[in-house]
């Protein structure tokens, strides 16, 4: 999660030079590359692959980034990540069967409404950056669910083919957005480490993660993503929250523990 916060904040360092869409194509183009060199999704025949998963998965994969890359345009990561972190949210709600979570659920609203840009307590957040944000949560709820179905069919080759596919429709846009500029070589250095930061290495650490640790260890683990993404929105991009976006942003973290928590334990 630090190092996917951290790859973020290295990520909108870049937009003055290629803008978000050139950044989210360099960051899956990379992405795509190291994962394929990983994985050799090659070595399996492509009439053994069953591709509808896998271009649901990579089109929601895609349109997730850009659209949250878009939303760092005009709205601070910490505030970003918790309200694109609704997405997952949603997904546990759906999946669960306990009334309790209606608390948990009234919690994350509760949070949300912090950020939007209304009312009273507003958190004075522009309202493009808001819905791109809210788009991004969406898009990560049809990840979640088009990822596993994309698992089931095809292992581990999902997460390189899904790669690919995000990288065939995105890069195009971040090439029409930056021109020739995509390929300077003063950023180049820079978008490499963000395809390393924000996806290879999280995505590799949480492999590792999910073996060694139990699901509800992990999902608790995962709910602290908005404060990490505040953390590094603060030391490395120097936004710092409001009152009202800091009490925001712990509702969701509490709403998703607490959530992810009575999963465990209807697991177990």
């Given at each position: 999660?630090?190092?996917?916060?951290?790859?973020?904040?290295?990520?909108?360092?870049l937009?003055?030079?290629?803008?978000?869409?050139?950044?989210?194509?360099?960051?899956?183009?990379?992405?795509?590359?190291?994962?394929?060199?990983?994985?050799?999704?090659?070595?399996?025949?492509l009439?053994?692959?069953?591709?509808?998963?896998?271009?649901?998965?990579?089109?929601?994969?895609?349109?997730?980034?850009?659209?949250?890359?878009?939303?760092?345009?005009?709205?601070?990561?910490?505030?970003?990540?918790?309200?694109?972190?609704?997405?997952?949210?949603?997904?546990?709600?759906?999946?669960?069967?306990?009334?309790?979570?209606?608390?948990w659920?009234?919690?994350?609203?509760?949070?949300?409404?912090?950020?939007?840009?209304?009312?009273?307590?507003?958190?004075?957040?522009?309202?493009?950056?808001?819905?791109?944000a809210?788009?991004?949560?969406?898009?990560?709820?049809?990840?979640?669910?088009?990822?596993?179905?994309?698992?089931?069919?095809?292992?581990?080759?999902?997460?390189?083919?899904?790669?690919?596919?995000?990288?065939?429709?995105?890069?195009?846009?971040?090439?029409?957005?930056?021109?020739?500029?995509?390929?300077?070589?003063?950023?180049?250095?820079?978008?490499?480490?963000?395809?390393?930061?924000?996806s290879?290495?999280?995505?590799?650490?949480e492999?590792?993660?999910?073996?060694?640790?139990?699901?509800?260890?992990?999902?608790?683990?995962?709910?602290?993503?908005?404060?990490?993404?505040?953390?590094?929105?603060?030391?490395?991009?120097?936004?710092?929250?409001?009152?009202?976006?800091?009490?925001?942003?712990?509702?969701?973290?509490?709403?998703s523990?607490?959530?992810?928590?009575?999963?465990?334990?209807?697991?177990?």
């Amino acid at each position: 999660m630090a190092s996917l916060q951290g790859g973020a904040a290295l990520a909108k360092s870049l937009f003055s030079e290629i803008g978000a869409e050139g950044v989210t194509a360099l960051r899956i183009g990379f992405a795509a590359i190291f994962l394929c060199v990983i994985y050799r999704p090659w070595r399996r025949p492509l009439h053994l692959i069953v591709w509808r998963p896998i271009l649901v998965y990579g089109t929601a994969l895609g349109c997730m980034n850009l659209a949250f890359y878009m939303s760092l345009k005009t709205i601070p990561l910490g505030p970003a990540v918790a309200i694109e972190f609704s997405g997952p949210l949603a997904v546990a709600i759906f999946y669960s069967r306990r009334p309790a979570d209606l608390i948990w659920l009234a919690l994350a609203i509760f949070g949300l409404y912090l950020l939007l840009p209304f009312g009273q307590l507003s958190a004075g957040l522009d309202i493009t950056g808001v819905l791109l944000a809210l788009f991004a949560g969406v898009c990560w709820a049809v990840y979640i669910v088009a990822g596993k179905k994309a698992g089931d069919a095809n292992g581990r080759m999902s997460v390189p083919l899904g790669s690919l596919v995000a990288a065939m429709f995105i890069f195009p846009i971040g090439l029409i957005h930056a021109g020739t500029g995509l390929f300077s070589l003063a950023i180049l250095p820079t978008a490499l480490l963000v395809g390393i930061f924000s996806s290879t290495l999280p995505y590799s650490l949480e492999m590792v993660a999910l073996t060694k640790l139990p699901s509800k260890t992990f999902s608790t683990f995962m709910s602290l993503e908005p404060a990490l993404g505040a953390v590094c929105g603060y030391l490395f991009l120097k936004e710092g929250l409001t009152t009202s976006q800091g009490i925001a942003v712990l509702c969701i973290i509490v709403s998703s523990i607490g959530i992810t928590s009575a999963i465990g334990k209807d697991r177990s």
